[in-house]
Every structure is written in C-alpha cells, then in structure tokens.
C-alpha cells in the first residue's frame, strides 16, 4: 500500500476499534491486529501513515480537566476586528494557559464574539488574571469579550464512528 | 456530575505528562515508556488502569482529526429555557454524532460539540435536535484554528 494512500475501509475499521482506547496490554498493536485479522506490522504501518497524514493529532492520554485541579474551565470569547483576527489570534493561541483557540462565525445580533479560546485554572479567580492578560494583547482591536464557564458535563464521549 | 479532585501522587502526575502525545508505535509501547519513566511495564499499566477508571484521564489512545477522515467536527450552542434544561439535555445527549455536551453559565447555557462521518451529516444531526427538542440550534462552524496543543500539566 502506497504512503499516500487515501483513507481506506481498513482504516476505518481501525478507527472504529481504538475510538474507544487503546488496549492497555504488553503488545496492544498485536491485540487489536488480531481484533481485526490484520498482522500487526500492518496496524503500525497503518497508525503511522494516519499520524503523518494528521487524520491522528496523537496518541496519548485525554487528561480531564477537572480531575486534575483545574476546576475553573472558561470559554472566553472576544469580538476582534476582522482585519487583525489572524494576527491576534495566533498570539491569542501562543499562549501557554489556552488550551484551544479558534475563529468562529458571528451570529448578530446575538452572538458578537468571532474568537474563542479555552482558559483553564485551579479557580475563577486564576481565569480573570488570564483573562486580563488577553484583554491587554488584543487592545483596541477587541470591542467586546465574555466568559462562560462550564458548571457541568452533561456528556463527554469523543469520537464516535458507528460500526 | 461534577468530579472532585482525585489525589494524584508524583508517578501519577509523571505518567499524564508524559503521554500527552509521542505514544510509541512499536511491539511493546508501554514497556518503553515505562522503561522512561523507571517503572515497570506492569506498574505503568496498572496505573493507566486506575487513571482512566477514575477519570482521571477520560482516554488514552488516538486523537482523530475527523476533518481529514471526510468528517466535520463542529461546536454548536443553545438557549435553553432552565425549566426544560434537563429534558433537552437528554434528548441533545440521545444522539450519537454528539461528542461533548456542557452546561455554562450564559443565557447560550448549552454547548455541544457534533461530530459526524460525513459533512453533511452535521445540517441533517442539527435538524434533528431542533426537531426533537423545539428549540433553534446555533452552529459555530471552526474557521480558523490558532496553534492548538496540549499544554496541560498535571
């Protein structure tokens, strides 16, 4: 199978068994090959070819935020002039305590904000400090910002690819 | 539904740190990543085992990006009336192309995230929830995304 290959029925098939996790056993790549009836040479070729093409981001550990002391989660959101959002919010998301930071579409008159970036801290007071450091980088070109700050998971699954 | 804290010890804190990323696809992962860390393969599974079923982490394995599988990905909003928040949540919750769902403070006093296979199955999972739950939906499709990775220490 070439390098290039595009995303074929095996690699969903792949996908669809470690959504869940990887197996945590000594040799996981032989035990989800034999799930799947592949070897497990090809399973590694496979997950290698899926991170270098970044259909994988990584493999690791999802930690949660709350179980490890950062209680205090902010979805901040800004309204930034349109002309210097790139610019800004690149730096927005060069900054160590953002987790994630995108641009969004507005929805007048309701929802002014175009810039989104998740604060995480031990409390709430921890978020403003962040918060007031945002507001200093973005300057005049921010007109107006918000935070809303999650008061419970109502579901948490991640991916799920039927079967 | 709100987990409180759970006391993690030294290794523990090594171990979330250490497989933020660069998970090794080799014969025998955890062996090397234990062998990095001065445990044994048993210990680093072990912990893994009490980590992820307290919690404490709520996956290990494979970060897709489903974009580059032909999916879509997409955060979406709404405003739901508190008398009615629990039932809208079961029935936002009923749906499978929904990943993530969070209560927050904010008259958009829920945020979701759907995740389908296909683009066009986020229009088709967002009329669906309109349709069930009687309330607009706002979508807040990712335009641009800014220098995202982990960056969370444990």
Known sequence: MPDAAPFDEDDRRLVVATQGGLPLVPHPYHALAERLGMTAAEVQKRLRRLLETGAIRRIGAVPNHYAIGYTANGMTVWDVDDARIDELGAAVGALDFVTHCYRRPRCLPEWPYNLFAMVHSSNREGVQ??????????????????????????????????? | MRPDPVPLDDTDRRIVNALQGGFP??????????????????????????????????????????????????????????ADFERVAEQVNSLPEVAHNYRREHAFNMWFVLATEKPGGIDAAVARIEALTGLPVFPFPKEREYFVEMKLHA
């Open chain 1, 129 to 163: 400090e962040k918060i007031s450091l945002i507001a200093n980088l973005l300057g005049d070109a921010c007109r107006a910002h918000d935070v809303l700050y999650s008061s419970r998971i109502l579901k948490k699954t991640g991916l799920r690819i039927a079967d």
């Open chain 2, 25 to 82: 696809i080799s014969d025998e992962p955890y062996r090397e990543v234990a062998a990095g860390l001065g445990l044994s393969e048993a210990e680093l599974l072990d912990r893994l085992d009490r980590l992820l079923k307290a919690r404490v982490l709520t996956r290990f394995g494979p970060m897709f990006q489903i974009e580059r599988l032909g999916g879509a990905f997409v955060l979406a909003a709404m405003k739901v009336p508190e």
